[in-house]
């Protein structure tokens, strides 16, 4: 069966999002998400650990070969609702492509051997990569192996990213107009971010789009949608993830979406795209994280950050085996 066949069985068999609803019974969804992934995937599954965090467990412990870059520092104009840039305090700052450069033979030194390349955006909604290609040409000269942040790229960026040879394109995808307005305070549309998506990949580039599940004030806004629009292109690997609120935002005290909600999504997906490599990232609710793993690894997830041991040791009990990497999840 190819891709395309695959792609329409998956919408046959549960008819797109019109089906489902909170009414949907979610141990049966489970069910036929559980088994499609096992008849069209080997039993392993992937627990993605890179070094941005430091992770420890019984079964694997990492030792900081994947490391995270800003190429803007702490700096992001937009300063949306749900980060204001305190998700790039934590990574290491490279804000001249020149401080690239010199980062790049410093690590590699080290023993590091790949770097998610990112940073805050301008008002415009694009990470400034421009005047860094040249230095990720470099680093991949140094046999990195390369992962890019772009934001709302246009075409020169696209062009120079594939040139520069840069292994994987992470995408932030939205699918509702009034969360792009409300939380990243950009005027655009989800269509922008289509647009973006498809110039990336008429440069052939490997991209990997994101999701955020509950973006808008922890509310489901447009995601089924986009996942679904998402189902209709060349892709490899989808990420997902949810909201986990970040203290002293202006999304601090928000709930996330509920974690029945997001493992119900999460083997939807899985049900519209039969061979579409599905990733859940390090950002989802704390409340009921044990649960929600379990129910994460039933939906028919391929890859997953930052386990629990209980939720390896799940795994391997219902027949999986685990391949740890320390490589960001999208990548695997």
């Given at each position: 069966?190819?891709?395309?066949?695959?792609?329409?069985?998956?919408?046959?068999?549960?008819?797109?999002?019109?089906?489902?609803?909170?009414?949907?019974?979610?141990?049966?969804?489970?069910?036929?998400?559980?088994?499609?992934?096992?008849?069209?995937?080997?039993d392993f599954i992937h627990f993605a650990v890179p070094g941005g965090r430091h992770y420890e467990g019984k079964h694997f412990y990492n030792s900081g070969r994947f490391l995270n870059v800003s190429i803007t520092g702490t700096s992001c104009a937009l300063q949306c609702d749900h980060c204001q840039g305190t998700m790039l305090n934590g990574m290491i700052p490279a804000?001249?492509?020149?401080?690239?450069?010199?980062?790049?033979?410093?690590?590699?030194?080290?023993?590091?051997?790949?770097?998610?390349?990112?940073?805050?955006?301008?008002?415009?909604?694009?990470?400034?990569?421009?005047?860094?290609?040249?230095?990720?040409?470099?680093?991949?000269?140094?046999?990195?192996?390369?992962?890019?942040?772009?934001?709302?790229?246009?075409?020169?960026?696209?062009?120079?990213?594939?040139?520069?040879?840069?292994?994987?394109?992470?995408?932030?995808?939205?699918?509702?107009?009034?969360?792009?307005?409300?939380?990243?305070?950009?005027?655009?549309?989800?269509?922008?971010?289509?647009?973006?998506?498809?110039?990336?990949?008429?440069?052939?580039?490997?991209?990997?789009?994101?999701?955020?599940?509950?973006?808008?004030?922890?509310?489901?806004?447009?995601?089924?949608?986009?996942?679904?629009?998402?189902?209709?292109?060349?892709?490899?690997?989808?990420?997902?993830?949810?909201?986990?609120?970040?203290?002293?935002?202006?999304?601090?005290?928000?709930?996330?979406?509920?974690?029945?909600?997001?493992?119900?999504?999460?083997?939807?997906?899985?049900?519209?795209?039969?061979?579409?490599?599905?990733?859940?990232?390090?950002?989802?609710?704390?409340?009921?994280?044990?649960?929600?793993?379990?129910?994460?690894?039933?939906?028919?997830?391929?890859?997953?950050?930052?386990?629990?041991?209980?939720?390896?040791?799940?795994?391997?009990?219902?027949?999986?085996?685990?391949?740890?990497?320390?490589?960001?999840?999208?990548?695997?």
């Amino acid at each position: 069966m190819n891709s395309n066949e695959e792609k329409m069985l998956g919408k046959t068999i549960i008819g797109g999002w019109t089906e489902f609803d909170q009414s949907a019974n979610l141990p049966n969804l489970l069910k036929e998400a559980w088994n499609l992934r096992r008849r069209t995937f080997p039993d392993f599954i992937h627990f993605a650990v890179p070094g941005g965090r430091h992770y420890e467990g019984k079964h694997f412990y990492n030792s900081g070969r994947f490391l995270n870059v800003s190429i803007t520092g702490t700096s992001c104009a937009l300063q949306c609702d749900h980060c204001q840039g305190t998700m790039l305090n934590g990574m290491i700052p490279a804000p001249a492509p020149e401080k690239l450069q010199e980062l790049g033979i410093n690590l590699r030194k080290k023993g590091v051997t790949g770097l998610l390349i990112t940073g805050g955006c301008n008002q415009e909604g694009q990470v400034p990569l421009k005047p860094f290609l040249p230095a990720l040409t470099y680093l991949k000269s140094l046999d990195f192996t390369i992962h890019v942040h772009t934001g709302l790229a246009d075409k020169e960026t696209a062009v120079g990213l594939k040139q520069a040879g840069v292994d994987k394109v992470f995408l932030d995808m939205i699918g509702d107009a009034a969360t792009i307005h409300r939380v990243y305070h950009l005027d655009r549309k989800p269509s922008d971010f289509i647009d973006t998506l498809e110039i990336l990949l008429t440069e052939s580039l490997d991209v990997v789009p994101h999701v955020v599940l509950g973006l808008n004030y922890g509310k489901i806004m447009g995601e089924k949608n986009l996942i679904q629009m998402l189902s209709d292109y060349p892709l490899e690997t989808l990420v997902l993830v949810a909201l986990r609120a970040v203290p002293d935002t202006p999304m601090g005290g928000v709930i996330g979406p509920d974690p029945a909600e997001i493992i119900r999504i999460t083997a939807q997906t899985r049900l519209l795209n039969p061979s579409l490599k599905i990733s859940f990232g390090c950002a989802r609710p704390y409340t009921q994280k044990a649960w929600l793993e379990r129910g994460l690894i039933a939906a028919g997830i391929n890859t997953l950050a930052f386990p629990l041991d209980e939720t390896i040791d799940f795994a391997l009990a219902h027949g999986l085996k685990s391949v740890m990497s320390e490589m960001c999840c999208g990548g695997l």
